[in-house]
């Protein structure tokens, strides 16, 4: 702890198509650089062991959110959106938009939902196997969260599929003014009015995820002009997450037939398969935090006022933590992964996306005898997320 280390630097870019394309190798570079390594293209820290980003997460009074996630400083610079109420924010500003969110997505809340969950995607596979061959990711992964998700917050019909540039316009707006980010906002206004008309009370049902966020301000938990930026952060975490969630386990399912034919032995690993999934794709795969003092990571110190990247997916394959990491294994002890973050901040609509999981893989593993991906595989370029742009397969 007292001893300083001379900081380790490295040239590589981690908002590259280079680096999307293969983000394994540069992870254990930056993994095996040391504990942070200044990243001299954007001047600012990276994180990739296991340790350190689990130790960064749970410690939000020095690794501070209220100065944005991205790489973008909220202290010098103004920022992209209005900043969320809950991932912009810290203790104990952050607490009272959490606090009403853990409420509306908490277990007991989920229950009722699960029955249709089941029969959504049991009807999907259905139609699927009748046509033969589908692109996982239009037809599956984000077919099935574009139909359960606005219906679970009380969304109207049409549209919904705006919900997906939305989202991967805030996802790459964390990373650089590069031309992901640039592509992804060039219908920016439309989409970003669409979703501000969206979060208002008297656009959403009077049941569901919406009312009762709105439900809250009545109560005084958040006030009324609040509620609506409440909505917005379920409407923009909601979607993009789970498409690429979704997309990566029936990826690894469909490239490892010895786990697909384990799941189908067993239908009730559906669970322990998609959780596999998020730790070994990690489909957020960085999130930016922000010192307030100057500190150390691991001997390296690090001023105040730095921006400090948090790699996810590179310490969900550290195999420091996690024996033979680059396996794809649903029976594995896979706990403590950080695919859904830690801390004070860890994903509030985890129950939800687990049950979404849950759902798909185990209609898959009751309808389908095999998955064959039978066309070119492409990947979907974000400055945030990890996912796919098409994934065509034969379903048995
Ligand atoms: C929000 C928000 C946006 C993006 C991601 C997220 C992963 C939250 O607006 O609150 O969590």
């Given amino acids: 702890m007292s001893a300083t280390l001379d900081a380790p630097s490295s040239d590589i870019d981690p908002f590259s198509e280079a680096f999307f394309a293969d983000p394994h190798r540069f992870h254990a570079t930056l993994r095996d650089a040391g504990p942070a390594v200044r990243l001299s293209v954007y001047n600012i820290w990276a994180v990739a062991g296991y340790a350190e980003v689990h130790a960064m997460l749970h410690d939000w009074e020095i690794f ?21 109420l809950v991932l912009e924010t810290d203790p104990p500003k952050h607490d009272r938009a959490r606090n009403v969110l853990n409420k509306v997505l ?26 033969g061959t589908c692109d996982a990711v239009t037809d599956i992964a984000e077919e099935y969260p574009l139909t359960v998700f606005p219906d679970a917050v009380g969304m109207p019909k049409e549209n919904r599929r ?3 540039p939305y989202g991967n316009m805030v996802f790459n707006s964390f990373g650089p003014q590069n031309s992901f980010f640039t592509d992804a906002v060039r ?86 398969a998609f959780e ?45 933590r996690f024996d033979n990491p680059d396996a794809y294994d649903i029976t594995r002890k896979n706990a403590g992964h950080v695919g859904f973050g830690s801390g004070v901040h860890e994903c509030v609509g985890q129950v939800f996306a687990r049950m979404e999981g849950e759902a798909m893989l185990t209609a ?33």
């Fill in 64 to 84: 501070s959110s209220a100065r944005g996630v991205g790489i973008q400083d909220f202290a010098r610079e103004k920022p992209f959106r209005l900043p969320s």
């Fill in 187 to 272: 219908d920016a206004g439309v989409v970003f009015d669409w979703v501000q008309r969206q979060s208002q009370r008297d656009a959403l049902a009077p049941t569901g995820f919406g009312a009762d966020i709105h439900a809250a301000a009545d109560r005084g938990e958040i006030t009324h002009e609040e509620a609506p930026m409440v909505v917005r952060s379920i409407l923009t975490a909601g979607v993009d997450t789970t498409v690429s969630g979704l997309g990566a386990a029936i990826y690894c399912l469909a490239r490892y037939p010895d786990q697909f034919a384990k799941l189908r032995a067993d239908p009730t690993l559906a669970r322990a």
């Fill in 364 to 396: 898959l593993a009751r309808g389908v005898t095999a998955m064959e991906i039978c066309g070119p595989v492409k990947r979907r370029y974000n400055n945030t997320l990890r996912g796919l742009a098409s994934l065509p397969i034969r379903l048995h």
């Fill in 106 to 131: 908490s277990p007991g809340n989920m229950r009722g939902l699960k029955a249709r969950f089941a029969a959504e995607a049991d009807a999907l596979v259905a139609r699927l196997l009748a046509a």
């Fill in 162 to 164: 705006f919900l997906l």
């Fill in 276 to 320: 596999e999934a998020v730790r070994y794709e990690t489909p957020v795969q960085t999130f930016f935090r922000t010192t307030t003092r100057d500190t150390e990571i691991g001997g390296v110190p690090i001023a105040e006022g730095e921006k400090v990247l948090m790699f996810l997916g590179a310490a969900n394959r550290d195999p420091r």
